[in-house]
């Protein structure tokens, strides 16, 4: 039931009004004696005292009227007041007094109707895991787990890389520092280097891919001068639409002179800049078969793969065997004359990989080559194939370079 409510207590402001106003009517009351008796005294009969009276009167009842009207408004505006209060707290669900003096007022929920569900947290990989590069073959070796470190001298970065699409082939090439040499303070350039060209007439794909030796100083500098000078060697010798083997073989001699030269101009010597190297010329206009001529030029152990179902075939470069695989005795600037030239009919619908020992040897291993080709199976974006490029697995740890092309078929 509702309760009836409470006539509030007049406001400080209101009750000295009010004495206000009754001290006036006293005084005026007062005054209007004193005149009378006045005006007896003094003996003044015909002064219209009446009309004296009555002005005074008036005035007691104008202000008397006033403060009516001002007691009247303010008790109406108080009592709609503690009338709208009383209301609230008699509305259903309302708490009542005795909850609002001795409880808490509880936490804050939705109302029962309304139904809210939080979304899960999506779940995230462990700080550690989005930081690694994949681990095809298990756990990696401890050089991986080590945090990168910076060469003592300006050098290559430490990853480069390349997306193209270039005639109807589709290129990724990625070149990045192995664990071996990163880890170290100070770390190791990245020893590796590949460049890639046209001929001017946009027939021919030229690819060079060059790999430092780890026990010559300066090996990062012999690799991007061979690589950068075969490259533009054929380029060069290929301007009037024609080239011939010779050539090719002429690429390595050029690029043995430019590393000479490059190491004296430095105060260094030619055992300082040794590299093995690789280089590569693709016709771009396949054969009515979709076949195309590829010719491959190649000292030591950088490598040509052609994928076939979950393996690779080597198809150039010098295979590893025996308990001293790694170990090279042709290189460049020494030897340019133990370049071999391999002429070989890319089919159709396959994949070509041009790589340094750092990827071609685990193309070699049955489960980590089958990994390979699934992650190849088709042109992946650059950054996925940067990842893979940078694999780590224990035992694996030199730097590694891939020039992988996707030639037409499924792909087209």
């Known amino acids: 039931m509702q309760r009836k409510p409470k006539r509030a207590k007049q406001t400080p402001s209101g009750i000295i009004r009010h004495h206000m106003i009754v001290a006036i009517m006293v005084l005026l009351v007062t005054l209007l004696s004193c005149?009378?008796?006045?005006?007896?005294?003094?003996?003044?009969?015909?002064?219209?005292?009446?009309?004296?009276?009555?002005?005074?009167?008036?005035?007691?009842?104008l202000l008397a009227l006033e403060e009516w009207r001002g007691w009247k408004g303010q008790t109406v505006a108080r009592e709609k007041a503690i009338a709208a209060v009383s209301d609230i707290q008699n509305a259903p669900g309302a708490p009542s007094r005795h909850q609002h003096e001795h409880q808490r007022p509880a936490a804050m929920t939705p109302p029962p109707s309304l139904d809210i569900k939080v979304a899960p947290m999506p779940a995230q990989a462990p700080r550690d895991a989005a930081r690694r590069f994949p681990q095809p073959g298990g756990l990696p070796g401890t050089a991986a787990q080590l945090p990168w470190r910076l060469p003592?001298?300006?050098?290559?970065?430490?990853?480069?890389?390349?997306?193209?699409?270039?005639?109807?082939?589709?290129?990724?090439?990625?070149?990045?520092?192995?664990?071996?040499?990163?880890?170290?303070?100070?770390?190791?350039?990245?020893?590796?280097?590949?460049?890639?060209?046209?001929?001017?007439?946009?027939?021919?794909?030229?690819?060079?891919?060059?790999?430092?030796?780890?026990?010559?100083?300066?090996?990062?500098?012999?690799?991007?001068?061979?690589?950068?000078?075969?490259?533009?060697?054929?380029?060069?010798?290929?301007?009037d639409g024609t080239w011939s083997e010779t050539e090719l073989k002429n690429s390595f001699h050029n690029a043995a002179a430019r590393m000479t030269a490059t190491a004296e101009q430095r105060g260094l010597t030619r055992n300082d800049v040794r590299a093995a190297a690789l280089a590569a010329v693709i016709d771009l206009r396949p054969c009515d078969d979709g076949t195309r001529i590829a010719v491959f030029a190649s000292i030591a152990d950088v490598s040509a793969w052609l994928k076939e179902g979950h393996g690779w075939r080597q198809i150039a470069g010098d295979a590893k065997q025996g308990y001293d695989a790694g170990r090279l005795s042709e290189y460049l600037p020494h030897l340019p004359?133990?370049?071999?030239?391999?002429?070989?009919?890319?089919?159709?619908?396959?994949?070509?990989?041009?790589?340094?020992?750092?990827?071609?040897?685990?193309?070699?291993?049955?489960?980590?080559?089958?990994?390979?080709a699934d992650q190849w199976n088709r042109p992946p974006f650059i950054g996925d194939f940067i990842t893979s490029v940078g694999y780590e697995t224990k035992g694996f740890n030199d730097d590694r370079t891939a020039v992988v092309l996707w030639c037409p078929g499924r792909y087209s």
């Open 152 to 239: 003592s001298a300006p050098g290559p970065s430490g990853i480069c890389a390349d997306s193209a699409l270039v005639g109807d082939l589709e290129v990724r090439a990625a070149s990045i520092v192995g664990p071996g040499h990163r880890c170290k303070d100070p770390a190791d350039a990245r020893q590796d280097a590949y460049r890639l060209g046209l001929d001017k007439h946009g027939r021919y794909l030229i690819v060079t891919i060059a790999d430092g030796m780890s026990d010559s100083r300066h090996s990062h500098l012999g690799a991007n001068v061979a690589a950068d000078t075969i490259v533009k060697h054929l380029q060069d010798v290929m301007a």
């Open 35 to 61: 005149v009378g008796l006045a005006f007896s005294a003094m003996g003044l009969d015909g002064v219209p005292i009446g009309t004296v009276i009555a002005l005074l009167l008036t005035v007691l009842v």
């Open 337 to 372: 004359s133990s370049v071999r030239i391999t002429q070989f009919e890319i089919p159709p619908d396959t994949v070509l990989a041009l790589t340094t020992d750092g990827v071609g040897d685990a193309l070699a291993v049955k489960e980590l080559g089958a990994w390979f």
